[in-house]
Structures are given as structure tokens and as C-alpha cells.
């Protein structure tokens, strides 16, 4: 994977080792996806080749999809109707069909592909989503008294369309507002130490080293182990004891995001179109919306403070065979690091979960060890027979 790929998608992080790690993991007790996995350890691509059904034993629906985008498929599901894996899988037995709703989601897979292709050209229109909107039984009976509603971006966008910046001259101050191309260019690696809140009632120590272009490391010291999420400038994966995943494609161009250094720089070369709009209030700041979009690929979301320009929010997906993952990434707290203003909190929110990490101390220009970025070995092969 280079680098142009590096500059489209995203997801990454921390959390999903907790939750995705383990499960991929217990997916792969067959001894031929052991060595599989070990396959993709060396290979410096992350996507495997192989099929979903060529590694998973109980496959119907998803067959032909790359098997590494099973996981985020799976992800997806949970997230819209609101569950735990477990809610349609027997624990340690991911491919046996015991539960219902697990029967019922293949029926539900096609339903979704069928309306898709019967009223939507075969665009993915309607996902899982668009009905269960996070529970498992979707409502049929609109509520009363409901005051809620959608964002109101159409009504918003149009009625300010004389005042709306342009989108590249707002990626041109949030430039400015860091500090400039030159300074940016000046700091080479970061050191960052500081503390994760969030997950677990615990506040655990997290430790992040960053190297130019793009090659990131975090570590976060859990009771249970280190848990990493790193990026090579390659290939992203996520770890925690005696458990590796390797990021596919699409997670590991999130994760390549995170690493780069002078993304600032970069961002504006990341979409051919870009567009803005009034954004919502992140914190009591105003803030315009800007927004990257590519052919084929999910769109990036960036809202910048009206004020400082600066970088609050970022809101990134990662595409699944059934629809798109979000992440949002709040960035606060911004000081001065050697000429450069860099955030010393952010929040990243996920369906279903959301921790915050907070700087204390900052290093830059200090020598990082190339070391830390090699992916650790896969998980030791079980025993021969
Ligand atoms: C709403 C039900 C539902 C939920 C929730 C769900 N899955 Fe699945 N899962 C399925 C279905 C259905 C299949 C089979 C798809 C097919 O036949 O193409 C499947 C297949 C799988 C497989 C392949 C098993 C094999 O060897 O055949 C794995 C691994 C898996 N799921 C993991 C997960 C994980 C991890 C989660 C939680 C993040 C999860 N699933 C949540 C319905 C669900
Ligand atoms: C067009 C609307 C629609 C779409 C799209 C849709 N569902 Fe459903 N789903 C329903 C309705 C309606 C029910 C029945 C609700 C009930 O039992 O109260 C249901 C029920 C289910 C159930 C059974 C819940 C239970 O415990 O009884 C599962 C599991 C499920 N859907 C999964 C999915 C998955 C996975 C997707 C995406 C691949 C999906 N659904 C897409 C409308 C939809």
C-alpha cells in the first residue's frame, strides 16, 4: 500500500483492538487461519486475497467479499441495531447458526440488497441502519410529540450560500493557524505522554510516538497489558497481549491520517472537490463544515472554528460490504509545541463508545527508534499434531 492510497479513507484507533482484536482472534482458531493471519504479518499489503468464505466456515451471504472486510461488516450490524456480537453469535462459535437473529440478518442482508437494487439503481441507499436507526426492532408508528430532527444542512446550506467561504481557503488558514507549512515541516518526531479516560471506569496511562512522514505508534498501559494501534507508513494494526490484528485496507488509510505529521499540509491534495457549509457548534465555537469528496469513496468531514481556524472536529468513515463504519475524532485544547500548535486533547467516538486522551507532556525532534514500527510477530502457531 503507498501513500496515495494512504490518502483517502480512515478509521483506526485503540478502541477497536478491544473489541475487534479479541473477536478476530477467536474467528481464527482454525489452524489454517493462523497461518493466514501470519500471511498477512509479513505481507506488506493488508488485504488479504482470500474470500470470506475461503476463511470463515459459515458463510451464505458475504461470501465473496474480501474476508478481511467481514469484521467491519460485522461491526456495522451491531452498530445499527444497537447489539452486542453476542446477540446473534454462540461466544467461541462464530460460525454456528443457534440463534435466530442470526438467521433472521441473512434474510435481512438480502431484503437490503434487493431494495437497493429494485428502487435505487443498485446503489446502497438503504442499509441496516436506515430502519433499526440503533434498535433491533425498527418503529413503524412515528411517536407523538416528537421535537427532534434531522440537522438541518439543506436549510442551513442554501439560505448562506452568498457568505460560505471557500473550502480551500479555509484549509489554507488552518495552515496559518498551526503555524505554517515551514513550521510544520520543522518538527520531525513527537513524543506524546498523557492519560486515556473512557475506557473502563480506570484513567490508564497512554504514550504516543509519532515519526515524519507518517508513522505512528500509540500505546496505552491497561491493567490487563499494553494495547497498540500503530501505523508503519504501510500498514496499520492493532494489538493487545498475545493478539495482533492487522488493519485492512480502508482501516489502515485511516490510521495512516493520524500518522501524518504535516497532514495540515497535505489535507488539501487528499480530495479533488471540496465543499463547505455552516457546521454545528462544537463547544460554544462556530464553525464551518468542509467537506472531501472522491469518486468511490467515502466522504471526509472537517469542522473548523469560525474564530481560531483551527481543526475541531473530523469526521471519517471506513467502508464495510453493508455500509460505512464513522469515526469522529474532537480535537481541543490546542497549545504552542515549538512553533506549531498541535491538540493536547481529543476525544475519538465510535458507535457505541468514546475515550478521550489528554497531553501532559510533549516532546518534539527527538529520536525515535524505527524499531517501534515493526508489527509485532503474528500469534504463536498452535501446537503441530
Ligand atoms: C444481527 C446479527 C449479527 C450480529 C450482531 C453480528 N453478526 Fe457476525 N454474522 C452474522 C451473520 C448473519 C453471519 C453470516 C453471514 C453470511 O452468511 O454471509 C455472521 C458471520 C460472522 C462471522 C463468520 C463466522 C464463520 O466462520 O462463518 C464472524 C467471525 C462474525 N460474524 C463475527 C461477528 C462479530 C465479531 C460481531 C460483533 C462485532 C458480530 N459478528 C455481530 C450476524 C451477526
Ligand atoms: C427496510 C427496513 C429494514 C432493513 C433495511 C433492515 N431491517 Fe432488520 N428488521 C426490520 C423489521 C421491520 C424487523 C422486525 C422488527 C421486530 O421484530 O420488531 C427487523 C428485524 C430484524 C432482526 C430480528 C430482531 C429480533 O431480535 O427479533 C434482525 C436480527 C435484523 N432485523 C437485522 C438486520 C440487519 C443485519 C440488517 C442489514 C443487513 C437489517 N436488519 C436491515 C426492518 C429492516
Same mark, same amino acid.
Given at each position: 500500500?503507498?501513500?496515495? &492510497?494512504? =490518502?483517502?479513507?480512515?478509521?483506526?484507533?485503540?478502541?477497536?483492538?478491544?473489541?475487534?482484536?479479541?473477536?478476530?482472534?477467536?474467528?481464527?482458531? *482454525?489452524?489454517?487461519?493462523?497461518?493466514?493471519?501470519? $500471511?498477512?504479518?509479513?505481507? *506488506?499489503?493488508?488485504?488479504?486475497?482470500?474470500?470470506?468464505?475461503?476463511?470463515?466456515?459459515?458463510?451464505?451471504?458475504?461470501?465473496?467479499?474480501?474476508?478481511?472486510?467481514?469484521?467491519?461488516?460485522?461491526?456495522?450490524?451491531?452498530?445499527?441495531?444497537? &447489539?452486542?456480537?453476542?446477540?446473534?453469535? &454462540?461466544?467461541? @462459535?462464530?460460525?454456528?447458526?443457534?440463534?435466530?437473529? /442470526?438467521?433472521?440478518?441473512?434474510?435481512?442482508?438480502?431484503?437490503?440488497?434487493?431494495?437497493?437494487?429494485?428502487?435505487?439503481?443498485?446503489?446502497?441507499?438503504?442499509?441496516?441502519?436506515?430502519?433499526?436507526? $440503533?434498535?433491533?426492532?425498527?418503529?413503524?408508528?412515528?411517536?407523538?410529540?416528537?421535537?427532534?430532527?434531522?440537522?438541518?444542512?439543506?436549510?442551513?446550506?442554501?439560505?448562506?450560500?452568498?457568505? =460560505?467561504? +471557500?473550502?480551500?481557503?479555509?484549509?489554507?488558514?488552518?495552515?496559518?493557524?498551526?503555524?505554517?507549512?515551514?513550521?510544520?515541516?520543522?518538527?520531525?518526531?513527537?513524543?506524546? =505522554?498523557?492519560?486515556?479516560? $473512557?475506557?473502563?471506569?480506570?484513567?490508564?496511562?497512554?504514550?504516543?510516538?509519532?515519526?515524519?512522514?507518517?508513522?505512528?505508534?500509540?500505546?496505552?498501559?491497561? /491493567?490487563?497489558?499494553?494495547?497498540?494501534? @500503530?501505523?508503519?507508513?504501510?500498514?496499520?494494526?492493532?494489538?493487545?497481549?498475545?493478539?495482533?490484528?492487522?488493519?485492512?485496507?480502508?482501516?489502515? @488509510?485511516?490510521?495512516?491520517?493520524?500518522?501524518?505529521?504535516?497532514?495540515?499540509?497535505?489535507?488539501?491534495?487528499?480530495?479533488?472537490?471540496?465543499?463547505?457549509? !455552516?457546521?454545528?457548534?462544537?463547544?460554544?465555537?462556530?464553525?464551518?463544515?468542509?467537506? $472531501?469528496?472522491?469518486?468511490?469513496?467515502? %466522504?471526509? =468531514?472537517?469542522?473548523?472554528?469560525?474564530?481560531?481556524?483551527?481543526?475541531?472536529?473530523?469526521?471519517?468513515?471506513?467502508?464495510?460490504?453493508?455500509?460505512?463504519?464513522?469515526?469522529?475524532?474532537?480535537?481541543?485544547?490546542?497549545?504552542?509545541?515549538?512553533?506549531?500548535?498541535?491538540?493536547?486533547? +481529543?476525544?475519538?467516538?465510535?458507535?457505541?463508545?468514546?475515550?478521550?486522551?489528554?497531553?501532559?507532556?510533549?516532546?518534539?525532534?527527538?529520536?525515535?527508534?524505527?524499531?517501534?514500527?515493526?508489527? %509485532?510477530? !503474528?500469534?504463536?502457531?498452535?501446537?503441530?499434531?
Amino acid at each position: 500500500m503507498n501513500r496515495t &492510497v494512504c =490518502k483517502r479513507l480512515f478509521v483506526s484507533t485503540l478502541f477497536v483492538v478491544v473489541a475487534l482484536v479479541v473477536v478476530a482472534a477467536r474467528a481464527q482458531n *482454525s489452524p489454517q487461519a493462523a497461518t493466514s493471519a501470519a $500471511g498477512a504479518g509479513q505481507n *506488506s499489503a493488508p488485504s488479504a486475497a482470500k474470500t470470506a468464505s475461503q476463511q470463515f466456515k459459515n458463510m451464505q451471504i458475504l461470501k465473496d467479499v474480501p474476508a478481511d472486510q467481514i469484521i467491519p461488516a460485522m461491526q456495522f450490524i451491531s452498530a445499527s441495531l444497537g &447489539v452486542e456480537c453476542e446477540y446473534c453469535h &454462540v461466544e467461541k @462459535a462464530f460460525d454456528k447458526d443457534d440463534k435466530k437473529p /442470526k438467521v433472521t440478518a441473512r434474510k435481512m442482508m438480502e431484503m437490503m440488497f434487493n431494495i437497493n437494487r429494485e428502487n435505487f439503481e443498485d446503489h446502497r441507499e438503504v442499509t441496516c441502519f436506515t430502519c433499526h436507526q $440503533g434498535g433491533a426492532h425498527p418503529a413503524s408508528i412515528p411517536a407523538v410529540g416528537l421535537q427532534e430532527r434531522l440537522p438541518e444542512m439543506t436549510k442551513d446550506a442554501a439560505s448562506s450560500e452568498a457568505a =460560505k467561504p +471557500w473550502a480551500e481557503s479555509l484549509l489554507d488558514k488552518y495552515l496559518a493557524a498551526v503555524g505554517g507549512a515551514g513550521a510544520v515541516k520543522r518538527v520531525t518526531s513527537r513524543v506524546e =505522554k498523557g492519560s486515556l479516560t $473512557g475506557l473502563g471506569d480506570q484513567t490508564v496511562a497512554i504514550e504516543i510516538f509519532a515519526k515524519a512522514p507518517d508513522k505512528r505508534i500509540s500505546v496505552v498501559h491497561m /491493567k490487563e497489558g499494553e494495547s497498540v494501534t @500503530a501505523y508503519n507508513g504501510k500498514v496499520g494494526w492493532l494489538s493487545v497481549p498475545r493478539r495482533v490484528h492487522m488493519m485492512n485496507a480502508a482501516e489502515s @488509510a485511516g490510521a495512516c491520517l493520524d500518522a501524518d505529521m504535516e497532514f495540515a499540509m497535505h489535507v488539501k491534495t487528499l480530495y479533488p472537490k471540496w465543499t463547505t457549509m !455552516p457546521g454545528e457548534k462544537i463547544d460554544d465555537h462556530e464553525t464551518w463544515l468542509v467537506v $472531501g469528496r472522491k469518486e468511490g469513496t467515502p %466522504p471526509l =468531514k472537517l469542522y473548523f472554528d469560525q474564530n481560531s481556524n483551527l481543526l475541531l472536529r473530523m469526521v471519517r468513515y471506513t467502508d464495510s460490504p453493508l455500509g460505512y463504519n464513522p469515526t469522529q475524532i474532537d480535537y481541543a485544547d490546542y497549545r504552542d509545541a515549538g512553533g506549531v500548535k498541535i491538540p493536547y486533547r +481529543w476525544t475519538i467516538s465510535r458507535p457505541g463508545n468514546k475515550f478521550t486522551v489528554q497531553v501532559e507532556q510533549v516532546e518534539q525532534n527527538v529520536p525515535v527508534d524505527d524499531a517501534k514500527f515493526v508489527p %509485532p510477530p !503474528p500469534p504463536a502457531a498452535p501446537p503441530a499434531h
